[in-house]
């Protein structure tokens, strides 16, 4: 069984830096895709980020792109999200997500959640 454990998520003023960990554990990720989904009170969950495992190739939401940089550490079996210059509008709770296969962008096509961690920016 495949959990996901996310941490790091917190208080920080606007233009500031957050790292979100996330271990993994139950499975050989090398051929999942690992994602950063977020979700702000009263609006739908949104994709962030997402990274396959064995290859590293990453995808970004426009609205994070040069902002956000997500990575993994395989040893570790650990996904990062680093957030830079950050603003209130990132305010969510951010969620990893794990699936087998490629199709990064869907919610729907992972099967695996992690409970969630608040990141909360002041203005």
């Known amino acids: 069984q495949v959990q996901l454990v996310e941490s790091g998520g917190g208080l920080v003023q606007a233009g500031g830096s957050l790292r979100l960990s996330c271990a993994a554990s139950g499975r050989t990720f090398s051929s999942y895709t690992m994602g950063w989904f977020r979700q702000a009170p009263g609006k739908e969950r949104e994709f962030v980020a997402a990274i396959a495992w064995s290859a590293g190739s990453t995808y970004y939401a426009d609205s994070v792109k040069g902002r956000f940089t997500i990575s993994r550490d395989g040893p570790k079996n650990t996904l990062y999200l680093q957030m830079n210059g950050l603003k209130p509008e990132d305010t969510a709770v951010y969620y990893c997500?794990?699936?087998?296969?490629?199709?990064?962008?869907?919610?729907?096509?992972?099967?695996?959640w992690g409970q969630g961690t608040q990141v909360t920016v002041s203005s």
């Open positions: 997500a794990a699936r087998i296969g490629s199709d990064y962008y869907s919610s729907r096509r992972y099967a695996y």
